[in-house]
């Protein structure tokens, strides 16, 4: 996950949904497959918007029913203190330069950008496999990508008494924390020394309308809120997000279909001898000796997953939207040239 450098784009980190690359290196083609990010393949359907979301700044009262939709959807208390961001990325890039340079341990290894955008900002950060005696701020993606690693949710409650009992804070990323609502920590959002963040583009499938949340600290939220200054969101984010996180019955059929698809996700490697051993129900991780070549010879046949540099062996994923697209994974892995 290191720093690649692309002639058009300059220095970025390394990520999923990087398809440019892969066609520059493997060549253009209509039928490229990306199964290189977390992202739902089947989107909430965006609706019709009012004009006015488009052609007027989108007013304090819309931020504030968008705000509500999301305390209620998340489960967080009613007066929880929340932020909204273009994307929950905005937010992991703004919090590290509200807090003076201090010691930051990452559990790792995690999303890159918080290591990245920590370091950015002055702090000094460790990656490490468990949190230790030293660190002011530790930060948890919860459940982890790309491996799925979770914790009792009491753990992570006992963790952000520790890290208040420091001055310190919990961040918990919970990007993908929305097929095991359980596991989250939003009916605890406003304990002293824990920051949430949630990202909607991933569950909701709408990763390119830029939307996600903090809930923390008061002072933190308004100071986060204040760095992003006004009409952060669009106001087509603010009506959608408003509408989809208020759809209780998109929302419950939407867990369901993809846990079912990531069970048949799950199956189809194991049958080609790469069980899981890890993930959500958005992406599944496999271990294999062969990561390197299998990445290679699925990118030769224009289907895009995630490698990882600093986990050779390792390689993630996404949902295959149908069954045309499984059914070209399925002869894509049993492919002869597969099988060193
Ligand atoms: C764990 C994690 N957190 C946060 C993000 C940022 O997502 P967004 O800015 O779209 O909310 C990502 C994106 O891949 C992620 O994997």
């Given amino acids: ?27 253009p083609g209509p039928d490229w497959l990306d199964l290189s990010t977390g992202i739902n393949p089947w989107p909430y359907p965006i609706p019709v918007l009012p004009a006015q979301a488009w052609h007027r700044l989108p007013e304090q009262s819309a931020l504030a029913a968008l705000r509500h939709a999301a305390r209620d959807y998340y489960g967080a208390p009613a007066e929880a203190p929340i932020v909204a961001g273009p994307g929950s990325q905005a937010l992991i890039q703004g919090l590290p330069r509200l807090i003076p340079p201090t010691r930051v341990a990452v559990l790792a290894p995690t999303y890159a950008e918080h290591a990245r955008c920590w370091r950015l900002a002055g702090h000094a ?17 919860h459940p982890n990508n790309p491996d799925g690693r979770r914790f009792a949710p009491d753990e992570l409650l006992g963790l952000a008494e520790t890290m208040a009992g420091r001055g310190g804070l919990l961040v918990i990323d919970e990007a993908f924390a929305d097929m095991t609502p359980e596991l989250s920590l939003a009916p605890k959002a ?7 963040l949630r990202s909607f583009g991933k569950f909701f499938g709408l990763a390119g309308l830029r939307l996600g949340f903090a809930f923390g600290p008061a002072e933190l939220i308004d100071q986060l809120e204040a760095a992003l200054g006004p009409w952060a969101i669009s106001g087509p984010a603010i009506e959608i997000g408003r509408m989809a996180l208020a759809d209780a019955s998109w929302i419950l059929a939407t867990r369901a279909r993809l846990a079912r698809a990531a069970g048949d996700l799950a199956a189809l490697l194991s049958a080609h001898g790469l069980a899981p051993v890890g993930g959500t129900d958005l992406y599944r991780l496999v271990r294999s000796d062969r990561a390197a070549a299998l990445h290679e010879a699925l990118g030769r046949q224009h289907i895009l997953v995630r490698d990882f540099a600093a986990r050779p062996d390792w390689l993630r994923f996404g949902l295959p939207p149908d069954a045309e697209a499984m059914a070209r994974l399925d002869r894509a892995l049993g492919d002869g040239r597969m099988k060193s």
């Fill in 125 to 141: 950060v460790s990656e490490v496999a468990a949190p230790g005696r030293a660190e002011t701020i530790l930060v948890v993606t």
């Fill in 190 to 196: 406003g304990t002293p020394g824990l920051v949430m």
């Fill in 1 to 27: 996950m290191g720093i690649v450098r692309n002639s058009e784009i300059g220095p970025v980190a390394d990520h999923g949904g990087a398809l440019d690359r892969a066609v520059q290196r493997f060549g």
